[in-house]
């Protein structure tokens, strides 16, 4: 088992850190209703062709993203448990893992760039369409490897199994959420306080999977590291 979650390791964390250290050669054209998923298809190809890339595996990112997995797999167990058992987290909960915070995440990135072509703001329409970008990928990553793992839910019974018929693996919130942050924090890297806003958000949506019970440690931790990287990579 140990070396079937190894190689779904390499498989699921290895394309993203590629993309980390990628800077624009050519400047773009701005992001906008007529080239978003053009945008899309290009960033698709560059995360699912990343194991295939020498450069990926002499990046130390790589290995630091692999490890940092790897380790959350050991807080699977009883660490786990006793988050998604304890009563204290109740309201934490049903703030943040309830279907109204659901839905705020789904609209947002729509609801950015609609507020982006209305505005006439080009910056901040600019952001609004790289948050759509940042969004789009994350659920498509997210979708492609949850039907890949099958990983069962923690509250299917304590198994920690992939290839049961689940989708835990990895979270799909902790994704989402963090790289809506991170192309937040990029795209107003002038402004260091936003940072200080985004992140600490998108990492109470993240616990907030493993404290209801939705989700593994690892299920969040993975999620919140290949979420980062998608935003990072959209804003360049």
Known sequence: MKRLAT?????????????????????????????????????????????????????????????????????????????????????????????????????????????????????????????????VNAFIVSSLLKAVTQRSRPHKGDTYGFWEGGNSFPSAHSTYAWALAAVTAKHFSEKKWVAWIVYPVAGMVAFSRITSGNHYFSDAVTGSALGFVIGHYVVK
């Open 7 to 135: 190689a779904l390791l390499l498989f699921c964390i290895a394309p993203f850190p590629a993309l980390f250290g990628q800077e624009e050669e050519v400047e773009q054209e701005p992001r906008s209703a007529k080239n978003f998923f053009s945008h899309i298809f290009e960033d698709q190809k560059e995360i699912w062709s990343g194991p295939f890339k020498k450069d990926t595996w002499k990046q130390p990112q790589t290995y630091f993203f692999i490890g940092l997995s790897a380790a959350s797999f050991s807080l699977d167990g009883e660490p786990s448990t006793r988050l998604r058992e304890n009563g204290d987290f109740d309201c934490f909960n049903r703030f943040f893992a309830s279907d109204t915070s659901d839905i705020v995440l789904a609209v947002l990135p729509l609801g950015l760039a609609a507020a982006g072509e209305l505005s006439g703001n080009r910056a901040f329409k600019e952001y609004g369409w790289k948050a759509g970008e940042a969004a």
